[in-house]
Antibody, heavy 124, light 106 residues
Framework: EVSLVESGGGLIQPGGSLTLACAAS????????LSWVRQAPGKGLEWVSI???????YYADSVRGRFTISRDGTKNMVYLHMSSLRGEDTSVYYC??????????????????WGQGTLVTVSS | DIQLTQSPSSLSASVGDRVTITCRAS??????LNWYKQEPGKAPKLLIY???SLQSGVPSRFSGSGSGTDFTLTIHSLQPEDFATYYC?????????FGQGTKLNI
């Protein structure tokens, strides 16, 4: 089973930048699809970004243009570079693997393994 | 974006009860609907994928059904460890979304 460990969270001022890291063990990031999901304090889950095994990347509307997802196969790490941070970006950020399974002729994708999360607080 | 609306937002129940949580999508998503359980301070855990398939290792008292726009998660015979928050999530299009969550209270 894949194990994911996030790091890099902390307190950052509005307008600042921060890079989160997700270390994967038990699988290679280059051959898997990984995603970031966040959760503001006391709130629900919000999908943030995804990087497919083939390299395609996608972003939620709320972060597109400010956040960049990337990976380093040599270190088996996935990153989320966040810039122009706002108070509403304050959240626990989770890294998750994405598994696609064929169901009745269609591929259904799910978050199947999650890290423990890292807290990002945007405040002056 | 596809909106997912869960109901109820919170639910009180007792050990041994059967409970049902619904999730309605703003447009048809086929079977691209998954359910997760989250305990306080922990990461979410996959319960049901593709609307009705039970994830390996998840107790059989959990079941899911539905397709298109209306989905349900049913927990038969609640156990103490089932009191948590449950989320539905769609992966029909790339802008994946979650429902707002249903908190299951004792």
């Amino acid at each position: 089973e894949v194990s994911l460990v996030e790091s890099g969270g902390g307190l950052i001022q509005p307008g600042g930048s921060l890079t989160l890291a997700c270390a994967a063990s038990g699988s290679t990031v280059s051959s898997n699809t990984l995603s970031w999901v966040r959760q503001a304090p006391g709130k629900g889950l919000e999908w943030v970004s995804i990087i497919y095994s083939g390299g395609r990347t996608y972003y939620a509307d709320s972060v597109r243009g400010r956040f960049t997802i990337s990976r380093d196969g040599t270190k088996n790490m996935v990153y989320l570079h966040m810039s122009s941070l706002r108070g509403e970006d304050t959240s626990v950020y989770y890294c998750a693997t994405v598994w696609g399974t064929l169901v009745r002729g269609e591929t259904v994708e799910v978050f199947d393994n999650w890290g423990q999360g890292t807290l990002v607080t945007v405040s002056s | 974006d596809i909106q997912l609306t869960q109901s109820p937002s919170s639910l009180s129940a007792s050990v041994g009860d059967r409970v049902t949580i619904t999730c309605r999508a703003s447009l048809g998503i086929g079977s691209h609907l998954n359910w997760y359980k989250q305990e306080p301070g922990k990461a979410p855990k996959l319960l049901i994928y593709a609307a009705s398939s039970l994830q390996s290792g998840v107790p059989s008292r959990f079941s899911g059904s539905g397709s298109g726009t209306d989905f349900t998660l049913t927990i038969h015979s609640l156990q103490p460890e089932d009191f948590a928050t449950y989320y539905c999530q769609q992966s029909y299009n790339i802008l994946w979304t979650f429902g707002q969550g249903t908190k299951l209270n004792i």
